[in-house]
């Protein structure tokens, strides 16, 4: 309650509110003093004061619902983690935070630079009713909350490169990668993680030469104060309000729309197969359309799209 007071609150209300002692209030908030947390106190009550923290109550400070947060200073992965809280029982809403990732992946295989205390690297554990092949819609709905999460915070303008890329301008902020357990008998999801690395500004000493030219940061330099937890909280918030919503697909319209991909000449590669044409739709299912020069349409609902550049 402390944490989603809008300003003071008295510690005779905190009392009521929890049917604890007004002693016991006390000693909670002395606790949470020595945690390091930043509390004012006063005759009117007590305060939290916005240090810019990072942690479990700064992002539940900014939660509409109620979730498990878990945080880890370095893993090999945020969905690493959470796979194994999967298959240990945890329930659908926990979060997981990795700060320093050392084996971060992408989709095919590619490894995700993220060891830098200047990303967000999350992982949201799911236990879907949809069947597996629909997947895809949510990384999709992710998309989508991430970039109306960005949007809403920053007023930067964000585009979604089909299927799970986040771009400021012309280059990538941000990616998601969502992985499943399938119940092959009844072909069910048993789990899904859905995992989120978001460049909140370039590491110290700036972006590696390989992707110097294709990545960005939210910001450039500095983030403002306790950005990190208001975007955790406000992707999270965003994603369940479409989660909620999964069967109805209003967010395949927000994602047609923020593409950058529409309009554009492409190659997509599915497998061995490369197939170019001009990409003219994203249907209802999240699959990609492609036109081929013969007129023929195709359509993806996995692959690799990949744009034409001018001259290349």
Not at 84 to 94: F, I, K, N, T
Not at 96 to 119: D, L, P, W, Y
Not at 216 to 244: D, Q
């Amino acid at each position: 309650m402390l944490f989603k007071a809008n300003g003071e609150i008295s510690g005779e209300e905190l009392a009521n509110r929890m049917g604890i002692s007004r002693n016991s209030v006390w000693k909670a908030v002395n606790g949470l003093k020595k945690q390091g947390y930043s509390i004012a106190s006063s005759k009117q009550g007590y305060r939290l004061v916005d240090d810019g923290r990072f942690n479990e109550y700064s992002i539940k400070a900014h939660l509409n619902d109620e979730h498990n947060i878990y945080i880890y200073k370095k893993e090999t992965s945020s969905n690493t983690v959470a796979k194994e809280l999967c298959r240990d029982g945890e329930g659908e809403g926990s979060v997981v935070i990795v700060e320093s990732q050392t084996a971060g992946k992408g989709r095919m295989g590619r490894s995700f630079i993220s060891e830098s205390e200047n990303g967000l690297y999350m992982s949201i554990i799911l236990r879907p009713t949809i069947p597996a092949d629909r997947c895809v819609n949510i990384t999709v709905l992710c998309a989508v909350s991430v970039l109306e999460a960005i949007e809403k915070l920053t007023g930067k303008e964000c585009r979604i490169k089909w299927v799970n890329d986040i771009y400021i301008g012309d280059k990538k902020c941000c990616g998601i990668l969502t992985e499943a357990s399938i119940d092959f008998e009844s072909g069910a999801m048993q789990y899904a993680v859905v995992g989120i690395g978001v460049n909140m500004c370039p590491p110290k000493g700036g972006f590696d030469k390989d992707i110097a030219d294709i990545a960005c940061g939210i910001y450039e330099n500095e983030c403002p104060h306790g950005f990190k937890a208001k975007l955790c909280a406000e992707i999270i918030n965003r994603f369940f309000h479409h989660y909620r919503c999964i069967e109805n697909k209003e967010y395949i319209n927000l994602y047609r729309e923020k593409s950058n991909i529409i309009g554009n000449p492409v190659d997509v590669f599915v497998g061995e197969r490369v197939i170019s044409g001009i990409a003219v739709d994203i249907d209802c299912d999240a699959r990609l359309v492609v036109k081929d020069d013969s007129g023929v349409s195709h359509s993806f609902s996995s692959g690799e799209a990949r744009v034409k550049r001018q001259g290349k």
